[in-house]
């Protein structure tokens, strides 16, 4: 199934007095590229949520936000960081010397400056609380993929419809080919004729100039691969497997079939073709650069 690069999904669950909550979001990306904010105290998730993502999604930047609040503050231990209190009272101690400033501070004021009350909690299992992240981030992930499924089917439908019009322009040009042919052998007998008069023509060498014209502007080379890439392209997007990079290098290929038929050819009726073929082509382009 096509997957979009664009993707959002969320999980929140209690489990055992935590309450813990996983949020993914992406967008596109050439390669594989995590960011994870957390808690400071259990960075050691971290690796473990981008391995267990990267395990489920190949290509995005991928943010991920993962939340923890324990509900059982039994454990907490608030303590007092002696050395950091003593060295704020000295400086305000000396403040109040130098400058002549009223004593008004007390421990409720110290306790407000950074660090000097220090919450420590009990050891945690660390295997044990991945296990409840890792269940809560397999939930998220779930809706997360389902939404990219939803939006990969609409690329789906685009690309594929897109394609459908790129075939058509093929069919035009492989029935409009032959005919510029003929019609160049025509025109280069009548202006013959009003060169020479009535003068009996040399038809082998007009005959020759007609096979020379054809070769230079026969395309069914090129149309025959066109139509084998536009299969591929088709096969690409049935494939269970990421297809993005794949498709980007076969789109390339497309442009430059397209490319050398318009190069070649000496029709405006076929010129047209080209750049509708063309502009068909950027705008699928466009959309592979969101397909994982």
């Given at each position: 199934?096509?997957?979009?690069?664009?993707?959002?999904?969320?999980?929140t669950?209690?489990?055992?007095?935590?309450v813990?909550?996983v949020?993914?979001k992406?967008?596109?990306?050439?390669?594989f590229?995590?960011?994870c904010?957390?808690?400071?105290q259990?960075?050691f998730?971290?690796?473990?949520?981008?391995?267990?993502?990267?395990?489920?999604?190949s290509r995005?930047?991928?943010d991920?936000?993962?939340s923890?609040?324990?509900?059982?503050?039994?454990?907490?231990?608030?303590?007092?960081?002696?050395?950091?209190a003593?060295a704020?009272?000295k400086?305000?101690a000396?403040?109040e010397?130098?400058?002549?400033?009223?004593?008004?501070?007390?421990?409720?004021?110290?306790?407000?400056y950074?660090?000097?009350?220090?919450v420590?909690?009990?050891?945690?299992?660390?295997?044990?609380l991945?296990?409840?992240?890792e269940?809560?981030?397999?939930?998220?992930?779930?809706?997360f993929?389902?939404?990219r499924?939803?939006?990969?089917?609409?690329?789906?439908a685009?690309?594929?419809?897109?394609?459908?019009?790129?075939i058509?322009?093929?069919e035009?040009?492989?029935?409009?080919?032959?005919?510029?042919?003929?019609?160049?052998?025509?025109?280069?007998?009548?202006?013959?004729?009003?060169l020479?008069?009535?003068?009996s023509l040399?038809?082998?060498?007009?005959?020759q100039?007609?096979?020379?014209?054809?070769d230079?502007?026969?395309?069914?080379?090129?149309?025959?691969?066109?139509?084998s890439?536009?299969?591929?392209l088709?096969?690409?997007?049935?494939?269970?497997?990421?297809?993005g990079r794949?498709?980007d290098f076969?789109v390339?290929?497309?442009?430059r079939?397209?490319?050398?038929?318009?190069?070649?050819?000496?029709?405006?009726?076929?010129?047209?073709?080209?750049?509708?073929?063309?502009?068909e082509?950027?705008?699928i382009?466009e959309?592979?650069?969101n397909?994982e």
């Amino acid at each position: 199934m096509i997957k979009s690069m664009t993707g959002f999904g969320r999980a929140t669950e209690e489990i055992n007095g935590y309450v813990i909550s996983v949020e993914i979001k992406s967008v596109n990306h050439r390669y594989f590229e995590f960011n994870c904010r957390l808690p400071r105290q259990y960075g050691f998730a971290e690796e473990k949520l981008k391995s267990y993502i990267n395990s489920r999604v190949s290509r995005g930047k991928v943010d991920c936000f993962l939340s923890i609040e324990a509900l059982n503050t039994e454990a907490a231990e608030v303590v007092v960081n002696n050395t950091l209190a003593t060295a704020y009272v000295k400086a305000l101690a000396e403040l109040e010397e130098n400058y002549g400033l009223k004593a008004d501070y007390g421990a409720s004021t110290i306790s407000r400056y950074p660090d000097v009350l220090v919450v420590k909690k009990a050891d945690e299992d660390e295997e044990l609380l991945w296990s409840y992240i890792e269940k809560v981030a397999c939930e998220a992930v779930d809706k997360f993929i389902e939404m990219r499924s939803r939006e990969g089917e609409k690329l789906k439908a685009d690309v594929l419809s897109r394609a459908d019009l790129i075939i058509e322009k093929v069919e035009f040009i492989e029935k409009r080919s032959p005919e510029t042919v003929k019609e160049y052998n025509d025109k280069l007998v009548e202006r013959v004729h009003e060169l020479i008069g009535d003068v009996s023509l040399d038809e082998n060498r007009v005959i020759q100039e007609v096979a020379i014209f054809a070769d230079k502007v026969a395309v069914a080379e090129e149309t025959v691969r066109l139509r084998s890439h536009i299969e591929q392209l088709r096969s690409f997007l049935e494939s269970k497997e990421p297809i993005g990079r794949k498709m980007d290098f076969l789109v390339q290929e497309i442009n430059r079939e397209a490319n050398t038929i318009g190069s070649k050819a000496s029709d405006v009726e076929i010129a047209r073709k080209v750049v509708d073929i063309k502009a068909e082509v950027e705008k699928i382009r466009e959309q592979i650069q969101n397909i994982e």
